[in-house]
């Protein structure tokens, strides 16, 4: 049995075909639910951020998560640019899907994330900043 070989550029299509799926779906859902979609949507994504900061282990520092995030095949399909929603609708659901970012962070008392600028609101770029906390700011965080 012959194993298929897959491309940088094959994968990173496939990524952006079903991240593509997954934010219509997304919109769907958010278009049908008349009320609390946001909260429900606000928890349920944190938590799948909580997941997926267990998942990249220990993170000390900012550069330590950062690469953590940024490996991998997945990287590259966040280049996609949305189409068919309206400017307010996409910083909407940019600001839904920061969630999981910050439910990844949460993972990890020492550290603090913040947006700068985010693409969904025509600023430059997505400027995700991860510092590290000051200790009395991180004991605190823990002890919540």
Same mark, same amino acid.
């Given at each position: 049995m ?5 491309t @940088? ?11 593509? #799926? ?7 859902? *958010?278009?049908?639910? $008349? ?7 606000k ?10 900061g ?5 993170? /000390?520092?900012? +550069?330590?998560?950062a690469?953590?995030?940024? *490996?991998?095949? !997945?990287? /590259?399909?966040?280049?996609? $640019? ?5 400017d #307010?609708?996409?910083?909407?659901l940019?600001? +839904?899907a %920061? ?9 990890? !008392?020492? +550290?603090?994330?913040?947006?700068? @600028?985010? +693409? *969904?609101?025509? $600023? $430059? %770029? %997505?400027e ?8 009395? #700011?991180? #004991? ?5």
């Open positions: 012959c194993e298929k070989k897959f @940088q550029e094959e994968l990173t299509a496939a990524f952006r075909r079903a991240i593509e #799926d997954r934010a219509k779906w997304f919109y769907l859902l *958010s278009k049908y639910t $008349e009320e609390g979609f946001d909260e429900i949507a928890q349920a994504i944190t938590e799948f951020g909580v997941m997926k267990k998942a990249l282990g220990n993170c /000390e520092t900012a +550069l330590d998560f690469k953590g995030i940024l *490996s991998g095949h !997945p990287r /590259e399909a966040f280049a996609m $640019e949305p189409v068919k929603l309206d #307010d609708e996409i910083a909407h940019c600001d +839904l %920061c969630y999981g970012d910050f439910g990844m962070v949460s993972v990890f !008392p020492q +550290l603090n994330l913040e947006f700068k @600028q985010l +693409l *969904s609101r025509n $600023e $430059e %770029c %997505c995700m900043v991860i510092t590290k906390k000051e200790k009395g #700011d991180a #004991d605190e965080e823990v002890n919540k």
